[in-house]
């Protein structure tokens, strides 16, 4: 179940990625991994620095991804964007602010993309 979870998670990450790019945000790092989880994807736009959350359900008939990103994932996510912005100086300088993004997707029992939307700097 983890590993069919984890290819999940890399299928949604991949359409995200495509996504965003196609909307002119330069890629910069995927997994950024710590102690405390890992932000699914991490991109820029201007002078921001965009830490991305990607949700992936398969059909919607229990729920949307949307609905998967709570108040302590967002906060979870903070928490490890402070710690990229302390290992990586040299980008924290380069880039005026950071926000949280999240993009929810969903694929049809076929694995196509049945709808995909982004959310630009999410907060509670």
């Known amino acids: 179940?983890?590993?069919?979870?984890?290819?999940?998670?890399?299928?949604?990450?991949?359409?995200?990625?495509?996504?965003?790019?196609?909307?002119?945000?330069?890629?910069?790092?995927?997994?950024?991994?710590?102690?405390?989880?890992?932000?699914?994807?991490?991109?820029?736009?201007?002078?921001?620095?965009?830490?991305?959350?990607?949700?992936?359900?398969?059909?919607?008939?229990?729920?949307?991804?949307?609905?998967?990103?709570?108040?302590s994932k967002i906060f979870q996510i903070e928490r490890i964007g402070e710690i990229f912005l302390k290992k990586n100086k040299e980008i924290a300088e380069k880039y005026d602010s950071f926000r949280i993004d999240a993009v929810a997707v969903v694929l049809d029992g076929l694995g196509e993309v049945k709808r995909i939307n982004h959310y630009e700097n999410i907060s509670f």
Do not use: C, H, Q, W
């Open 1 to 71: 179940m983890k590993r069919f979870n984890r290819e999940r998670g890399k299928k949604g990450e991949a359409v995200a990625e495509k996504y965003l790019r196609d909307k002119g945000y330069k890629f910069l790092e995927r997994n950024f991994s710590t102690r405390f989880g890992e932000i699914d994807l991490i991109f820029t736009k201007g002078n921001v620095l965009v830490f991305v959350e990607v949700k992936l359900k398969i059909g919607e008939d229990f729920g949307t991804p949307e609905e998967m990103i709570t108040k």
